[in-house]
């Protein structure tokens, strides 16, 4: 079992930059694909961004998301982090991380409480 927590998220001009961060317990974090998610007020759940265990090397984009947002991990700090660039408003939205162990299939298991980003000037 895994726990998530995230952070990093707050209030952003447009066009401006925030990092999200996904930590999480347990010894084998490197065996769990994470991805992102986030919901925004009145809109269901959509899928952000992904990478797969262990090195990292596969990651998976919305197509809103490409571009702009670089998922990465850094399995020695059991960190997942989401590098958002060039914020727009609709980006707004309750981000959250999620876990699924072994390879990403879009559907995971365990979810994080979510980290609130909001794009206003």
């Known amino acids: 079992q895994v726990q998530l927590v995230e952070s990093g998220g707050g209030l952003v001009q447009p066009g401006g930059s925030l990092r999200l961060s996904c930590a999480a317990s347990g010894r084998i974090f490197s065996s769990y694909s994470i991805g992102w998610f986030r919901q925004a007020v009145g809109k269901e759940r959509e899928f952000v961004a992904a990478i797969g265990s262990f090195t990292g090397l596969t990651t998976y984009y919305s197509d809103f998301a490409k571009g702009r947002f670089t998922i990465s991990r850094d399995n020695a700090r059991n960190t997942v982090y989401l590098q958002m660039n060039n914020l727009k408003p609709q980006d707004t939205a309750v981000y959250y991380c999620?876990?699924?162990?072994?390879?990403?299939?879009?559907?995971?298991?365990?979810w994080g409480q979510g980290t609130q980003v909001t794009v206003s000037s």
């Open positions: 999620s876990a699924i162990l072994g390879r990403w299939q879009g559907k995971p298991d365990y």
